[in-house]
């Protein structure tokens, strides 16, 4: 899947009245100091989910159809992410337009950082939202719960893929009412995804994966399925087609003190 786009080709679109809807993930404090032209501001930082039971499930669902409504997205735009790099940020929101069968969106590679550096246009007004309902079918081949991830410790053909930091893995930085991570979990941090803020050449990414095969079933995970969602991208630009990402991550696991955990 090809889920990236340049800042030659997003310039192109943003020349083109109905082009698409360019989304700058970061806070509302930078997108002030300067954006892609055209751009609306969404912090999806701010949109945090730590509940995969069915109940929390399905109010994730309503929540987030209401958030894409309101960004007038419809079943035929184009979709573009960004914030300061190729990060976590616009990685979660591509990811929740694919758990909704949108194919037709991107991310920025680079970000607004690289933007900037190769003198494209930058604008400081604000840009309105314009609603419009929308009607996207859940894809659950791309997200998975916590049930699903229990009953996927130590499972033949499945890796859980750990891509917090090594602290936050092993134990001594801690992030929840526990420390640790997920029995049988396989840690690589997501920031080896990238050089100076971009994403490394996939002859590279695939060296750093190369010990999973292409037909395993993978579950990523961080603390709260941000930078999850970058190492899912990831792997699915390298054409691993069975990943999920674990949407409420350690966020929900470390909290809950029935599940198990390693150090």
């Not at 958030?67 to 990685?91: C, P, Q, R, W």
């Not at 971009?198 to 060296?207: P, Q, V």
Request: one cysteine or more.
């Amino acid at each position: 899947m090809d889920l990236l786009i340049s800042s030659q080709d997003l310039y192109k679109l943003t020349r083109n009245e109905n082009g698409a809807i360019v989304i700058d993930t970061r806070s509302f404090s930078e997108f002030k100091n300067g954006h892609v032209p055209g751009a609306v501001n969404v912090d999806l930082f701010q949109l945090h989910w730590f509940d995969t039971t069915h109940r929390g499930i399905k109010d994730f669902n309503r929540q987030t159809r209401l958030l894409l409504s309101n960004l007038g997205i419809k079943k035929e735009t184009n979709v573009v992410f960004y914030d300061n790099i190729s990060g976590i940020s616009a990685a979660r929101g591509v990811w929740l337009l694919l758990y909704f069968s949108h194919r037709n969106v991107s991310m920025l590679d680079g970000g607004f950082v690289k933007w900037k550096s190769e003198d494209y246009p930058v604008e400081t007004k604000s840009n309105s939202l314009n609603h419009s309902k929308f009607k996207g079918k859940l894809d659950l081949n791309v997200l998975a719960d916590a049930k699903e991830v229990k009953n996927s410790i130590r499972k033949s053909g499945v890796v859980i893929l750990d891509v917090r930091s090594s602290e936050e893995y092993n134990g001594s930085e801690v992030r929840g009412a526990r420390r640790g991570h997920i029995p049988s979990a396989i840690n690589i941090d997501w920031i080896k995804n990238l050089k100076n803020g971009t994403f490394k050449d996939k002859e590279i990414l695939s060296k750093i994966y190369s010990k999973f095969p292409k037909n395993s079933k993978i579950i990523t995970y961080c603390h709260g399925g941000y930078r999850a969602a970058n190492t899912f991208l990831v792997l699915k630009m390298l054409g691993y087609r069975n990943v999920k990402m674990y949407l409420a991550s350690w966020g929900e696991w470390g909290n809950r003190l029935e599940l198990p955990i390693e150090q």
